[in-house]
């Protein structure tokens, strides 16, 4: 089995997944950077980061000495400087190409020849991301599920022309930060989240057509047929801003009904319920907990 050799990454993007990613590579002994240009969101990261090894603490989950491991092996910065000592980076910023690519030109500039160079894109094209460098054998998608530090997949999306160290080392990293992967080739929201739009804008139109409540049809998914949590509530989570952007781009790519957005998740993103994060969507949230529908 290979090892994994990775000693220094640098992670782009201090939102909800880049600080998750940072702090699972931490604890992983990964000398880590996370990058952001806000320090307000850094600072948020770090906190975060923080608490979430904390209630590990007192959870039974991690030690005091592995929370102070981490924490050491961890940095955050507005600079990117630390690209030039990396050979791992991974982007983890909003669903825009345009943005993807200029980071990834960034990171081929800078990084060592050799470096794996990751997005974790939850469905743009892995390849056309890739274009934008001078080695795209050595692009890969990487693509992780919130909350990182305890969700257990790791979607691993070979670009058309990344090679098979790249997807060795990959995968050799996923195992060395305790996440179960699975790989695919480059489509349209690769496995995951092709099924899950599908599940979650079919859930949206039952709600649209009256068919139950949206605690009604997650209640419905979640004990008869074991998901853990509903396609709604689901979305709340990840953002219906984030879920529309998908679909939306899913329906360009493959032209079906299945991926066409909603009307009501653009009705309820345009008046700024986005979910969790705004404090309401197909749920109340209070203190980053559904209270009802």
Not at 197 to 202: A, D, H, K, R, V
């Amino acid at each position: 089995m290979t090892q994994c050799t990775i000693k220094r990454a640098t992670i782009i993007g201090g939102g909800t997944m880049g600080h998750g990613i940072a702090q699972v590579s931490a604890m992983a002994g990964i000398h880590t950077t996370l990058v952001d240009l806000n320090q307000d969101v850094l600072n948020a990261a770090q906190a975060k980061v923080t608490a979430n090894l904390d209630k590990g603490v007192a959870r039974g989950k991690v030690t005091e000495e592995a929370k102070a491991s981490a924490l050491a092996n961890l940095a955050f910065s507005t600079r990117n400087d630390s690209l030039a000592e990396s050979d791992l980076f991974v982007e983890a910023v909003p669903e825009n190409m345009d943005l993807k690519k200029a980071l990834f030109k960034q990171a081929d500039e800078q990084c060592p020849q050799g470096a794996i160079l990751a997005t974790n894109t939850s469905s743009l094209s892995v390849s056309e991301i890739a274009s934008a460098t001078s080695r795209p054998q050595n692009v890969i998608g990487l693509h992780f599920f919130n909350p990182v530090h305890i969700m257990k997949l790791l979607e691993i999306v070979k670009g058309e022309q990344t090679d098979a160290d790249t997807l060795t080392r990959a995968v050799a990293y996923g195992k060395r930060i305790g996440k179960t992967h699975v790989v695919v080739n480059d489509a349209p929201g690769f496995a995951t989240s092709r099924l899950g739009i599908c599940l979650g804008n079919e859930a949206m139109r039952m709600v649209e057509q009256g068919v139950a409540s949206a605690q009604d049809i997650d209640t419905a998914m979640s004990l008869g047929y074991g998901h853990p949590v509903g396609p709604l509530q689901l979305t709340d989570m990840v953002g219906l801003d984030v879920r529309l952007a998908i679909s939306t781009y899913l329906y360009e790519k493959l032209g079906t009904d299945t991926f066409k957005p909603p009307a009501i998740a653009q009705e309820m993103v345009a008046a700024g319920k986005l979910g969790k994060k705004s404090g309401e969507g197909f749920y109340q949230w209070v203190d980053g907990k559904a209270v009802k529908g």
